[in-house]
């Protein structure tokens, strides 16, 4: 606790998807305990799941406050208790659920006339958030949940515009003037950027984008060390003031907390740790797609096939119940993977089993916090990116760090509808585990995992931009 910071009143504003939640609770826990006074502003729903998350008894510093609005799922059509992005699962839903994020005004702006705090930390999907709190002298700052670098990649997209340029699909571009030179075709640019119709999520984004330049600033999720030319490309060329304070899971070390993040896990974390613990360093690959994706069966079947294949150790993460239909696993496959593999079907300790030293390799979709919990893992990583900005962290991993080897996802938003084959897979996993190439890449990310810890601690890049953010806005005070 430091006592400079004790007079400062801090709110938090997530969105309810665990990909924004999830870094954000680490925030308002690390905010409380360098003394600062924090509320997170919820739905019902999503407060329980947050309560556990937060552990007040269990985290240092003050206490956090959770304040509940509600959530207009009914006036939308969504069904009851649809709060939270996962649980949107079709196409419409999807849009639904936006629609209703953007109808939460009136109750925020209650919370801000209420409490009047000195900031509001608000997720990028509230755009909105920007003209409510000025109405009050309240600063927003957005937290938008991905990196320095796939940031400077979208915006120099949006404002060149350069896949219109290309002839196909397929051709590469290069994205204009960033640092180096990252290449991107027309299919893995956001679906959302070429689309000629106003869907909701278009509407969103767009306005969450126009309103950048009105906010007070950013907070970046990353640390100076991993992405220095697009940390002072941010800044510098796109003017924005930002401070990265990451890796954000990397603050709290208590097993519980780390066993909590997100969800309640669907296996036992102390069996899992001790099947860890039965394997030797750096020998099992783990395989997750984060909160959101859903590849279909005939997908699965194949990184079923292709896992066998590589006759590696694997932990793979399905977003499947146990009493879903099984025919995307092959006949008798979990009889013969007994002892080698492991199949967590629904929510896994993610950062638990990433930091067991018997962890060599990440099958990820380059969501940017398993990216960035991956890194901070000092694992080199096989990049299978669906939609979002996650083509964007694939050319971080791939071609800037040189730590992760593509799985050769070609098209946005289609996971599982184009296959990527078992021999793929098998190929880019072998790729990554063993051999001298493996090895080049999982020095490269140890490295980076060290310098992550030093970030943050006393003296550390992120450590001191912290500070810098808590001292600048008390200073308004
Ligand atoms: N996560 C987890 N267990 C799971 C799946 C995901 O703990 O079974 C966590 C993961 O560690 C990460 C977050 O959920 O912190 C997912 O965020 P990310 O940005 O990687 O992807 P998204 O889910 O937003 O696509």
Redesign the pocket.
Known sequence: MDSKYTQLRIFFFPFM????S??AIDMAKLFASRGVNVSIITTPLNAPRLAKSINNSGHPGREIELLIINFPSATVGLPDGCESLDLARSPDMFQSFFRATTMLEPEIDRILEQHRPHCLVADTFFPWTTDVAAKYGIPRVVFH?TCFFSLSAAASIIANRPFDKVSSDLEPFVIPNLPHEIKLTRSQVPGFLKEEVETDFIKLYRASKEVESRCYGFLINSFYELEPAYADYYRNVMGRRAWHIGPL?LYSNVKEDKAQ???S?SIDEHDCLKWLDSKNPNSVLYV??????NLTNSQLLEIAKGLEATGQDFIW?VRKEIHDQEEWLPEGFEKRIEGKGLI?R??????LILDHRSIGGFV??C?????L?GVTAGLPMVTWPNS?E?FYNEKLITDVLKIGVSVGAMHWGRAGKDLITSEAIEKAVNRVMVGEEAEGMRSRAEALGIQAREAIEDGGSSFSDLKAFFDDIRSRI
């Open positions: 998807a665990q990909g924004h999830i870094p949940g899971s993040r997100g969800d896990v997750s797609f984060g909160s959101l994706a993460v967590i629904g929510w896994a300790p993610q950062v990820t979709h969501g940017w916090n398993s990216a919990e979002a996650q």
